[in-house]
């Protein structure tokens, strides 16, 4: 069973840039899938990015398209999230986790990530 433990959130302004991290503490991420999702205050996760285990397929919300970055260094056993042009409504919790690795799509949807981790807290101010 594979462990995700998200780092990197913080305080941020507006159309500032913050780099989410996220590593296994457990076990390794290989032939993973790793996506993030967020959860702002009062409501449900939503989808955010996504990437293979080879990192040849990627996904995107179309909220943070041409915004935000996912990449992952296998090496390190480490994805990332390169946010920029942050928005207020960028203000959750992010969460990041494991799940299949399909040949030729990412996955967008939860419940298809098997292993998620506590979250890193990312607050936007205005």
């Known amino acids: 069973q594979v462990q995700p433990v998200e780092s990197g959130g913080g305080l941020v302004q507006t159309v500032g840039s913050l780099r989410l991290s996220c590593t296994a503490s457990?076990?390794?991420?290989?032939?993973?899938?790793l996506g993030w999702f967020r959860q702002a205050p009062g409501k449900e996760p939503v989808f955010v990015a996504a990437?293979?285990?080879?990192?040849?397929?990627?996904s995107y919300a179309d909220s943070v398209k041409g915004r935000f970055t996912i990449s992952r260094e296998n090496a390190k056993n480490t994805v990332y999230l390169q946010m920029s042009s942050l928005k207020p409504d960028g203000t959750a919790v992010y969460y990041c986790?494991?799940?299949?690795?399909?040949?030729?799509?990412?996955?967008?949807?939860?419940?298809?990530?098997?292993?998620w981790g506590q979250g890193t807290r990312v607050i936007v101010s205005s």
């Open positions: 986790a494991a799940g299949p690795d399909y040949s030729d799509y990412v996955s967008k949807l939860g419940y298809e990530y098997d292993y």
């Open positions: 457990t076990r390794t991420f290989t032939n993973y899938a």
């Open positions: 990437i293979s285990w080879s990192g040849g397929s990627t």
